[in-house]
C-alpha cells in the first residue's frame, strides 16, 4: 500500500452524464499526477499539480475535462458529457519535491455505456 | 515515433531462466528513468530507478545509456511470481512520466 487513494474504485456511467473523481495523495507531496490507461497501453499523462497550481496539461485533455486541487491536498478529475472514448482507468499519484519516483494509487475504472 | 519503445513480448520462460528487457526512448532531455512493474487491472508498482552507472535489486538489474538512449532490465532466477507487465518509464525536469506499452512477462512452472 503506497498511501495513495483513489475514490471510486469502480464507476459505470451512461454517455452524456458527468463524472467526478478523487484523488487522495501521500500527505507529505506536494506534486500531484493524473493519468490515464486504456488496455494494452501504458499510462499518459494528463495533467500535473505543484501544490494547488495546475502547472501542465495534456492536449489529451479536453475542454469536457477539469481537474482541481484546491488547498494543496486532495485532488478531483470531472470529466463532463462523458463519451464511450471516455472508457479507460484513471490513475492518480504523487511525489515529493526532492525526488523524482512517483507512487500510483488504484486508479478508478471509468466504463461508459 | 513513439517517445518510449519497448518490445510488447510476451516473454514466456520458465522458472529460473534469466530474461532481459531493453527500451528505447526518442528525447534526449529527459531526466530520470524507471521500470515500473503492473499486475494484471492493477495500479503500477515502482521497480527500481534506473542510473547510468547501473544499479542492482536482488535478482533486478537495470541499466542506462544516454549515448545509445537505451534502458534495460535484466531478471535473473525469474520466479512464478514475476509474471506482470513491465512499463519503461522516463521522466521530464517537473516530473511528467511518459511510459512504453510494456512488456508482458510470464513464468512458468
Known amino acids: 500500500d503506497t498511501g495513495v487513494s483513489q475514490d471510486p474504485r469502480h464507476k459505470i456511467t451512461k454517455r452524456g452524464q458527468n463524472v467526478t473523481f478523487r484523488c487522495d495523495p501521500i500527505s507529505e507531496h506536494n506534486r500531484l499526477y493524473w493519468y490515464r490507461q486504456t488496455l494494452g497501453q501504458g499510462p499518459e499523462f494528463l495533467t500535473y499539480f505543484q501544490n494547488e497550481a495546475q502547472l501542465e496539461k495534456s492536449r489529451l485533455l479536453s475542454d469536457r475535462f477539469s481537474a482541481e486541487r484546491p488547498k494543496g491536498s486532495f485532488s478531483t478529475l470531472e470529466i463532463q458529457r462523458t463519451e464511450q472514448g471516455d472508457s479507460a482507468m484513471y490513475l492518480c499519484?504523487?511525489?515529493?519535491?526532492?525526488?523524482?519516483?512517483?507512487?500510483f494509487g488504484p486508479g478508478t475504472r471509468l466504463t461508459v455505456t | 515515433r513513439k517517445e518510449v519503445e519497448q518490445d510488447p513480448g510476451p516473454f514466456n520462460v520458465p522458472e529460473g531462466a534469466t530474461v532481459a528487457f531493453n527500451c528505447t526512448y526518442s528525447?534526449?532531455?529527459?531526466?530520470?528513468f524507471f521500470w515500473y512493474r503492473q499486475d494484471c487491472r492493477k495500479e503500477p508498482k515502482l521497480l527500481m530507478s534506473v542510473y547510468s552507472s547501473g544499479n542492482e535489486d536482488g535478482r533486478f538489474t537495470a541499466q542506462l545509456n544516454r549515448a545509445s538512449q537505451y534502458i534495460s532490465l535484466l531478471i535473473r532466477d525469474s520466479k512464478l511470481s514475476d509474471s506482470a507487465t513491465y512499463l519503461c518509464?522516463?521522466?521530464?525536469?517537473?516530473?511528467?512520466?511518459?511510459f512504453g506499452q510494456g512488456t508482458i512477462l510470464t513464468v512458468h512452472p
Open positions: 528525447n534526449s532531455a529527459s531526466q530520470s
Open positions: 499519484a504523487s511525489r515529493k519535491q526532492d525526488s523524482y519516483e512517483q507512487y
Open positions: 518509464t522516463i521522466g521530464t525536469s517537473y516530473g511528467k512520466l511518459t
